[in-house]
């Protein structure tokens, strides 16, 4: 019978119709995914922190009113996350434990400082813009809770991508040392942003099972052309400089050559060694510990209706 299992999980995949809850499914299919979703819900919840910063010094009542609302999103993003990763029998008190202690990772990029109010606009236009990138072929993933928690994610990274990119349009037709703060940003946040795509792709060990099982569609280096492609215009047009003397367009290819991110960096910020990793995960830490008292409430008022319930 498990034969049979695996050729129906096979076949479905090979029709690219989607793998449901109550489907059987292979462990290292389960398990990649866990890992992959985890990753993620993880990475939205520390994403909100070096934006949040941001919001009690944003420079006007508009901008505080986008940021906050913003910043919301990425805390809706986790929940959906997580609950995607419930129907595959994780545990999401588990996963934040993982998190906490260091077995799962989040994404490298909110590991670097935003010290000026450019970065907020950089993190939209290039953070957001590499999410809509990676995450847009994640709505046709092979698991269906995961795909259609996509959907409407992309929605929304779609208007923190734009309001990043007004909020930098709108400082550039400002003064001089406005232009020259985004100018700095863009800087910073250029390399680690191709990062985001991770490691290139020989040396990426899940790839290949992760775009057989057509959870992932795009290889990393794939996706991570398709983000410089796309962004070298919107910079011509904001008028700054990206960082990378060797970044132009190759008509043969049809594609924008560039160079080549520091690896070893990603190495690190990954390994917990990033400018900021120390400061993130404490923070996560303290957020969870003083959320302790929310969750035992939540769990004696649940029981206590319960109880109700059955009198
Ligand atoms: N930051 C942290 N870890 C990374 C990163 C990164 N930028 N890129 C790769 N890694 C990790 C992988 O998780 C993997 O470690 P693991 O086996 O312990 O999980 C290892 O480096 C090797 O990488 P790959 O084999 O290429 O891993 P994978 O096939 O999972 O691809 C990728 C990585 C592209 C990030 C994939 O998991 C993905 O598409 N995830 C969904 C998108 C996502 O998580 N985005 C979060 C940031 S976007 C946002 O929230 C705004």
Redesign the pocket.
């Known amino acids: 019978p498990e034969q049979l299992l695996q050729e129906h999980f096979d076949a479905t995949i090979a029709r690219d119709q989607r793998i449901e809850p109550r489907d059987w499914m292979p462990d290292g299919y389960r398990r990649t995914l866990v ?2 979703i985890a ?2 819900a993880h ?2 919840i520390i ?1 909100m922190q070096p934006e949040g910063e941001w919001i009690t010094r944003a420079p006007s009542l508009r901008r505080k009113a986008i940021l906050f609302a913003k910043v919301q999103d990425e805390a809706g993003h986790g929940l959906y996350l997580y609950s995607a990763a419930e129907t595959l029998g994780a545990d999401r008190a588990d996963l934040t434990e993982r998190l906490i202690e260091g077995r799962q ?5 909110f590991n670097y400082p935003t010290p000026t109010f450019a970065d907020v606009g950089v993190i939209g236009w290039f ?2 813009g590499a ?1 809509i990138c ?2 847009v072929p ?1 709505c046709r993933s092979s698991y269906g809770p995961y795909a259609r928690a996509m959907v409407r994610i992309c929605k929304e ?1 779609s208007f923190h991508q734009r309001q990043g990119y007004e909020l930098l349009l709108t400082m550039m037709r400002g003064t001089e040392a406005q232009r020259d703060m985004v100018q700095d940003s863009v800087n910073r946040w250029w390399w680690p942003s191709l ?5 290139p792709d020989g040396d ?4 290949a099972a ?1 775009m057989a099982w057509k959870i ?1 569609r795009h290889t ?1 280096d794939e996706l991570r052309q398709r983000f410089v492609d796309m962004t070298v215009p919107q910079a011509e047009k904001l008028g700054v400089t990206l960082p990378d003397p060797e970044l132009r367009w190759n008509a043969e290819r049809g594609h924008h050559d560039f160079g080549t991110p520091d690896w070893s960096e ?1 190495k690190r910020v ?1 390994g917990g060694d990033g400018p900021c990793n120390a400061e993130r995960m404490e923070r996560r830490r303290s957020a969870h510990e003083d959320g302790a008292w929310v969750r035992e409430a939540a769990t004696a008022h649940a029981a206590k209706q319960a109880r109700r319930a059955r009198a």
Do not use: C, T, W
């Open positions: 890992r992959q990753q993620h990475s939205e994403g990772k989040y994404s490298s990029i953070v957001d999410a990676n995450q994640l990274e990062m985001m795509f991770g490691p990426s060990p899940n790839s992760s992932k990393n990603l990954i």
